[in-house]
């Protein structure tokens, strides 16, 4: 299975990736330790070419300085509403951000996304950013 999470991102996609997410976190009024937390999971996940981590409620709670039960609830909250997707893990949940934001909101068993693509979104919006910008020329 590690060799299904490996990601080879450029830099440029990475960038997109983290507007977007940035943007949807606007759009859905993410804020303070949520907003830290989902930006955590995507340094752990994408700042290290990978699609998803094992991450424990101690590890999160140091990587974003908060009680330990304050992140897994905002995590368990988030994977609730499929901002966050996850399984077990060996160490504790394996986390990964749902890059299929028409999904954000809505409960886990309402939603197809089982496994964090941001592959299929970056084929899906680069191509149309490559539009738009032949059109403003």
């Not at 940035?22 to 990978?50: A, M, P, S, W």
């Not at 060996?90 to 197809?112: H, M, Q, T």
């Amino acid at each position: 299975a590690e060799g299904n999470n490996r990601l080879y991102l450029t830099e440029a996609e990475e960038n997109t990736l983290r507007k977007a997410l940035d943007e949807q976190c606007d759009t859905h009024e993410i804020k303070g330790l949520k907003l830290k937390l989902i930006q955590t999971v995507f340094r752990q996940t994408i700042g290290y070419n990978k699609r998803e981590d094992d991450l424990t409620g101690t590890c999160l709670q140091k990587l974003v300085g908060s009680r330990r039960d304050y992140c897994n609830k905002h995590v368990t909250e988030m994977i609730n509403q499929s901002i966050l997707l996850f399984r077990r893990g060996y160490y504790g949940r394996i986390l990964s951000i749902n890059y299929n934001f028409d999904d954000w909101g809505k409960a886990p068993e309402d939603v197809e996304t089982q496994r964090s693509e941001p592959e299929k979104y970056l084929q899906n919006n680069m191509q149309k950013d490559q539009e738009s910008s032949q059109r403003c020329t």
